[in-house]
């Protein structure tokens, strides 16, 4: 059972380009998260979606796009990468409702922006 | 809006020794409170959880309490061992999961 699996582990952006981070899950869940990691911050929430065809704004979303096209699948886009962008980025998931069920977490994507 | 603080950012002890976490949070309405344990270069990962209908939940070497008037929750590790360094998150959840910042746990041997 490999749970949440995101790609790409690490990777190295050009302020100003683009990309997408890649997540799926393999536990039916309806929930799914993108969080940002930064020093002394904890995670705070992106996006997230209720189900497949759904997305909201987390905390944090500004510079940031989403999409469920499918139930197992959550994508975290980058239109034009910035500095600020330099994170360490969760990918997440439960069954049901955003709280009172228990989050499972990917290993983590570590994104530079240079 | 919604906070969870937690002290403190960094923490040390003697293996044995026993660790204390503390986090407030902001939001009366929050009714979950689940810690996580985050190892280098892995993602966070529940260890414990409580909900704010009982006040205390304990699991072998850890326990929590929870303080609803007060609007705090605590994390006890006893007889600490290497392995429990980590990074330890809490949070609180209401319509929403909101995490603490983090803890550093170093544990000597």
């Known amino acids: 059972n490999a749970g949440v699996t995101q790609t790409p582990k690490f990777r190295v952006l050009k302020t100003g380009q683009s990309m997408t981070l890649l997540c799926a899950q393999d536990?039916?869940?309806?929930?799914m998260y993108w969080y940002r990691q930064d020093p002394g911050m904890g995670l705070r929430l992106i996006h997230y979606s209720v189900g497949e065809g759904t997305t909201a704004k987390g905390e944090v979303p500004d510079g940031y796009n989403v999409s469920r096209l499918k139930k197992q699948n959550f994508l975290l886009g980058l239109e034009s990468a910035a500095p600020s962008q330099t994170s360490v980025y969760f990918c997440?998931?439960?069954?049901?409702?955003?709280?009172?069920?228990?989050?499972?977490f990917g290993e983590g994507s570590w994104l530079t922006v240079v | 809006g919604e906070n969870v603080e937690q002290h403190p950012s960094t923490l040390s002890v003697q293996e044995g020794d026993s660790a204390v976490i503390k986090c407030t949070y902001s939001d009366s309405a929050s009714n979950y409170f689940p810690w996580y344990k985050q190892e280098l270069g892995k993602g966070p990962q529940l260890i414990i959880d409580i909900r704010s209908n009982v006040g205390e939940k304990k699991d072998q070497r850890i326990a929590v309490t929870l303080n609803k008037t007060a609007k705090h929750f605590s994390l006890h590790i006893t007889e600490t061992q290497p392995e429990d360094s980590a990074v330890y998150f809490c949070a609180a959840g209401g319509f929403k999961t909101i995490f603490g910042a983090g803890t550093r746990l170093f544990v000597k041997a």
């Open positions: 536990m039916n869940h309806e929930y």
């Open positions: 997440a998931s439960s069954y049901g409702q955003l709280s009172g069920n228990t989050i499972y």
